[in-house]
């Protein structure tokens, strides 16, 4: 057989012998981004259920509890009428957070003494305790700073100065590369490059051990030869998958794409050569194609969760940061996410040096453990088909 | 029965005890790994720049406030706008201070002055931490200073800082008040890590069953199934006990609540779960297919259960896909009971998730009984 024979082979098992392959590798990535990209729609957390106590039921305290109901994070589910109440709801899980204003809050303003407020929020969920403290504190910061200034001006202080002496640092906040804090830009494609990853091990893992299966097939045929044609066409179609799934993230979903084609390019090949490379040899050491997807099922929760997409590289430990460092995820998902939204990625070049390394150190073990084995492992059942 | 039972219970220890390995080794590993990973607890010592461009006592007041948060270290303090925006472009920075010229005077001449700060929110966890104490800081700074300028007008120190800061707002965070992240995530990953080694070892459960017909075709389907489900189920329950033991004497997360009530929900998700590998396995013509096309429901159940992304923020497609994931029965309802020892609707969740359970092991004794019905007297000897 010559080459083009191969790869034709290759092509043929694929497309109508063993469908699952092309699945795998253009399906992954798109059902995670679209399962995800429709979880994540809302972009940012609303309308957390809010009770509010308001003992005082004055004028003051009411344009409080209009400050919550005016704003978009939180939505006032009960206003209890007394202590026990109040507890109840969060108790019950009905609200997620608690403002009790005291009975005095309002006399206490207006004699001068400050008022305590009291807010009780949830900490089981963190990402819904984050935004109760952000937002009230926000939410009690303009409050504070307009009843602050009525007391000076009430003082004797001119409108414009009081103001300013009330509140002298205004305080601004830029946020770059995703700034509306959208849970969409930050989760989605890293998810779904997860997925990525997860399709082309499983049509990878296939096509290897269908070999391991029918050797008989290739047996006279050199085997770097063998590797190189069955790979080359999976390398292809999974370049296609990626750039397809990055196409559907920003037409779908708004996800932004700052990067430029060729830093998209270059990460992309090295991490799918990476990716064939390590499924290649993992495939080779497996006795059937479950054991390799349990294997793989099993390595892609740590392998998303260690690569230091969402809990930071500095915050790990000394030990997770060294396995952080052996997953190929690691070296994709973070430097992606930075070509999307922020156009520019500081490890882009280690990153893709490190892919490119690991790449091909991976694909000449697969190779060589291809070589060794090829006339003697014999694999089980691969399927578990059954007859009825 | 009891016969069948103890042969599926030494059948989990076969193949060098392959499936013991993985209904005790997936989760524990994951509890460990994770517990490890979330060590920290909380993002501290983000990466701030400084550019002061006043440098004044005031401006190294506010300084000095970013320097003594935790949540802060202090990487550099630039002289230009270009240096800053090097370091936040090359992430060694991952969030910037800015304070403008006269920064001092104007709060002494009583005009506005505004503070910048910028972050980085490619990744969420720096920039939500970012936006909330770094507005926390300055507006403690602010109402010191605040408080000073008022003592000007001829007001003693007390009233000062009343008028300054009228209402004071006192936080109080319920079941994990130090915020802590494993606290937070670990008991849902180790459930998943329970979840994920069900399905693989439930899902191939009955591929030897159907190429031994012969040898119990006198035996119920029911009997067979409820055999091969019991040992799998109990050794997943005392998996998931001993990862949250764990978690608990490793890595510090609380248990506060009822171990009735954590056997009761767990040992009911457990259920629901083997049961859908269990009819996977019955109905499945390919069982490798199955648990390949099934893997994307099993791998995105956790992030879809509302135990991270509340359900009430999700959109209709979102909540749901949410209600007919059986974790989302689970997971929440266990990190309620490990960490505020109270969760509501145990037990209309634990019904759900028998529903669940007893609606696929019902449809997994169906497709096993007419499958092996259908099976031809031939193929049944020829495979046994």
Known sequence: MNWWQLVKRELYLMFRKDFRRVNFIFGASLAYLIIFGLLYGTHVITNVPLVIYDEDQTQLSRSLVQCF???????????????????????????????????????????????????????INLAVTNTITTYTQEILAAFNQHVSTKLLEAAGVPETLASHKSAPITFAIRVLNNPTLSYLNFFVIGLAMAAFQQGIFLAVGASILYEYRNRDELAAIHPVKVMTAKMLPYFILASLSFFVTLYASIRLFDIPCKGTLLDLFFLSETFVLTAIGFSSLVASLCHSEITFTKLSLTYSIPAFTLSGYIWPLASMDAFSQTIAYIFPLFYLSDALRDLLLGGYSPELTRNITVLLVLGLVLTCLATWLYTKRRHTVNTSDPTGTVTA | MLTLLAQEARAVLRNKGAALLILFGIPIVYTVLFGFLYSANVVKNIPLVVFDQDQTSTSRTLVQAFADSERYSIIAQVTTQYDLDECMKNKNAMAALVIPENFSRDIKLSHA??????????????????????????????????????????????????????????????????????????PGLALNGVQLAIFLVSCTLLTSEYSLLARRRDVSAASILLAKLIPCWIVSVLSFLVCIGLSGSLFGVPFRGSLVQ????????????????????????????????????????????????????????????????????????????????????????????LAIGASFFGLAIAVFSLRRKKMPAEVEEGLA
């Not at chain 2, 300055?138 to 009233?159: F, K, W």
């Not at chain 2, 004071?168 to 670990?186: E, G, H, K, M, Q």
């Not at chain 2, 959109?315 to 689970?330: C, D, E, F, M, Q």
């Open chain 1, 69 to 123: 109901a005016d704003s978009e994070r939180f939505e006032i589910v009960a206003q209890p009428s007394s202590q026990e109440e109040m507890e109840y709801y969060l108790h019950e899980q009905t609200a997620y957070a608690a403002v009790h204003i005291p009975h005095d809050f309002a006399s206490h303003v207006t004699s001068d003494k400050s008022s305590p407020v009291l807010l009780i929020a949830s900490g």
């Open chain 2, 113 to 186: 002055t505004t503070v910048l700060m910028e972050t980085n929110a490619t990744n969420l966890m720096f920039a939500n931490n970012v936006v909330s104490t770094s507005q926390e800081i300055v507006q403690t700074v602010s109402a010191a200073i605040g408080q000073r300028l008022v003592e000007g007008l001829n007001l003693p120190p007390a009233q000062a800082l009343k008028i300054a800061a009228p209402v004071r707002l006192s936080v109080r965070v319920t079941s994990n008040p130090t915020a802590s992240y494993s606290n937070f995530v670990l």
């Open chain 2, 262 to 353: 954590l056997v009761l929900i767990s040992g009911a998700f457990n259920f629901a779960i083997a049961s859908l590998g269990l009819f996977i396995s019955a109905a499945a013509p390919n069982v490798l297919s199955a648990m390949q096309n099934t893997a994307i429901y099993i791998m995105s159940a956790f992030l879809c259960c509302g135990y991270s992304w509340p359900i009430f923020a999700m959109n209709t497609a979102g909540k749901a896909y949410s209600v007919i994931l059986p974790l989302t029965y689970a997971a929440i309802p266990i990190r309620d009971i490990l960490l505020a020892a109270y969760t509501p609707e145990l037990a209309k969740n634990t019904l759900i998730l």
